[in-house]
Every structure is written in C-alpha cells, then in structure tokens.
C-alpha cells in the first residue's frame, strides 16, 4: 500500500516540474522528447546495420529513456535557477541543493539594503557567499570574514560573490563554483569546523528608518 501510495506523489511532483519547464522554455518538453526519439532511432539504424534489431530495439528503448530523463532534469534545473534569478535568497536555495557534506547557514548577515551573507562549510573549509551589488558587499564579506576567522582558526576561507556583475558568480554557476574548490579538510575536520561556527549569532543590524510594512526576512528551504 505504501507504494502505491508513493507513486501518485512522483507522478504529480514530475507534472509539476514539467510545467515549470513549460512556462520558463515551451520548446523544453518537445526537445524532450525528441532526444528520447533520436537516441531510440539510432539504436536502430545501428540494429539494422549489425543485423541485431529486436536487441537494439531493447537497449534503445532504455538508452531513450535515460537520455529524456537527463536532457529533463537539466532544463528543470535551468528553469529554477530562471525562476530564482533575482530574489532575494536565491544563492541560499541554490546552496542547500548541493549533495554532499555541506553545512549551509543562511544570511549570516543582512544589510539594510538585503543584502545577503551565506555560510558554506565542508570539505574546503569555509565558504562565504553574498548577494547584492560588488560594491556594497564588499565590505560585509570582509567583515564576515574577520568575524568568522576568530572560531575557524587555521581554516581556509573562501569569499564568493554571487551575481551578474564583474567578477561575480552567476546564481547557474554557483554550485560548481564551489564543488571545484580543492578539498582542504577530511571528514573529522569539517565535523569540528561545523561545530564551531554553530555557536556564531547572525549580524542582522536593524535597517535605518521605518521598516516597511510586512517585511520578513528572507528564509531559505529547511536542512535535510
């Protein structure tokens, strides 16, 4: 019963993100499927040619699928990214999608303007990511920095800007950004780096004049 359950769930969830792709790209379903259709074509022709139909007919079919799913998870990836460009918090949404030993902290620091700081800790040690304008987040990232170094002694800090400016890090881009950092920690290490940083507050400063009406601040998907 529990599966059954399950797959009307997944069902739903890929009708959703299908939709998604549909509104951000029309032409992302039928290039779906046609590359599920070329892949399956090829295997053949290539049946054809080695006397091998009902065989390539098989492990086309699976190729063809495999090849749809991929070309599917990619344009659903690019379409959140599309939809997350420009909000605040995007970069955090995007960092705690990353898979593997990863502490993500979000908006360690907000600015009046919000302006962001994100905290990323794992196998190259610390990893601050802001959002905002270069030339406003500069300074915070150098202040995050400072403040971070006081607990992470001897640990590798990393400053990334995520954005569209000059010498920014686009929101697509982030991720592996950061998974092409060297890995300068092991396991017991990050597990301790973790540790410690857990017991830093956030430096959220009230913004100047009257907050407006409604205003919340930004929050990032739940941890895993």
Request: hydrophobic share 45%.
């Amino acid at each position: 019963m529990a599966t059954a359950e399950e797959k009307p769930g997944r069902l739903k969830q890929l009708r959703m993100i299908a939709q998604i792709i549909k509104q951000v790209n029309p032409k992302g379903l039928p290039i779906v499927f046609l590359s599920a259709v070329a892949t399956l074509v090829v295997a053949v022709v290539i049946g054809l040619v080695i006397d091998q139909l009902i065989y390539s007919i098989i492990l086309g079919i699976m190729l063809a699928l495999t090849v749809g799913l991929v070309v599917f998870g990619q344009l659903a990836q690019r379409a959140q990214y599309s939809i997350l460009h420009g909000q605040t918090g995007a970069a955090a949404a995007v960092l705690q999608g990353m898979r593997g030993n990863w502490q993500v902290t979000p908006a360690i620091a907000v600015n009046r303007d919000q302006d962001l700081i994100h905290m990323v800790v794992g196998f190259p040690g610390v990893v601050l990511v802001s959002e905002g304008p270069g030339n406003r987040v500069a300074k915070m990232l150098a202040a995050e920095k400072k403040r971070v170094s006081r607990v992470a002694l001897g640990v590798e800090i990393y400053d990334i800007q995520c954005g569209d400016g000059e010498g920014q890090v686009p929101l697509g881009k982030l991720q592996r950004h950061i998974m092409k950092l060297p890995r300068n920690l092991k396991k017991p290490s990050v597990n301790e780096i973790k540790d410690r940083v857990r017991s830093l507050p956030k430096n959220m400063p009230l913004p100047k004049g009257p907050m407006p009406k409604g205003a919340r601040m930004p929050r990032g998907p739940k941890m895993r």
